[in-house]
């Protein structure tokens, strides 16, 4: 199982950036897969998750909410992290992850619930 994510770069604030995430090796339909950032200092954070659970949810930080939207492609496995009106605070390390479980609330935000992790896209706002 590989996740390869990309999309990352410099921008400005209140600019717009795409995430992209490639899965293969697994059919990922039914797997939660998140969004994690991690900025230099500071623990990994979780973003987002989307989830198959008879319809697809979407779940937010609270810091993003708004602003960022999670989706996913089935046909193309995959994933993307659509990021508007960015600050520098969401400068940081994306990296996407995937369970092949439907993970409930109280577990969507902790990294280790995760067992698939891509290797991060650098994302950078200056102001």
């Known amino acids: 199982v590989q996740l390869q994510a990309s999309g990352g770069g410099l921008v400005q604030l209140g600019a717009s950036l795409r995430l992209s995430c490639a899965a293969s090796?697994?059919?990922?339909?039914?797997?939660?897969m998140g969004w994690f950032r991690q900025a230099p200092g500071k623990e990994r954070e979780f973003v987002a998750a989307i989830r198959w659970s008879g319809v697809l949810n979407t779940y937010y930080a609270d810091s993003v909410k708004g602003r960022f939207t999670i989706s996913r492609d089935n046909a193309k496995n995959t994933l993307y992290l659509q990021m508007n009106s960015l600050k520098p605070e969401d400068t940081a390390v994306y990296y996407c992850?995937?369970?092949?479980?439907?993970?409930?609330?109280?577990?969507?935000?902790?990294?280790?619930?995760?067992?698939?992790w891509g290797q991060g896209t650098q994302v950078t706002v200056s102001s």
């Open positions: 992850a995937a369970s092949p479980l439907a993970l409930i609330t109280s577990q969507r935000r902790l990294v280790n619930a995760y067992d698939y």
């Open positions: 090796g697994r059919t990922f339909s039914r797997f939660t």
